[in-house]
């Protein structure tokens, strides 16, 4: 089974999810601004792809910008502000099995299938 993480408003996830299809992966689509990631969840995926939780956020949000930027934020506050908020959450986050990537480039996500 191979999860995405998916936001359908953007290019980028859209583009993932045409390629998971088209190579016939056992696909569970969640929609993350509609079923929200928990901060376990989070956890592991940071886990899986072997990264900070800054390195996580999209940067460029509003809400980034206007709430959080330039403030010091611990790795725990991050997970909690990035499931409180996730559209700050970069997409599209791929899983399969032990093996986890951001869909950008999706590249990436062709490396763990």
């Not at 089974?1 to 583009?15: A, F, G, L, V």
Request: overall charge neutral; glycine content about 4%.
């Amino acid at each position: 089974m191979t999860t995405i993480y998916h936001n359908p408003r953007c290019s980028k996830s859209r583009q993932c999810l045409a390629l998971l299809e088209d190579k016939n992966e056992d696909l569970n689509i969640v929609k993350y601004l509609e079923t929200p990631i928990t901060e376990d969840q989070l956890r592991e995926i940071l886990i899986l792809i072997g990264i900070k939780p800054i390195e996580l956020v999209r940067k460029n949000e509003a809400i980034w910008k206007e709430s959080f930027k330039g403030k010091e934020i611990t790795d725990e506050e991050l997970i909690s502000i990035m499931c409180q908020n996730p559209k700050l959450i970069e997409r599209p986050i791929v899983v399969k099995g032990n093996k986890a990537a951001i869909g950008r480039p999706i590249e990436k996500v062709i490396e763990i299938l």
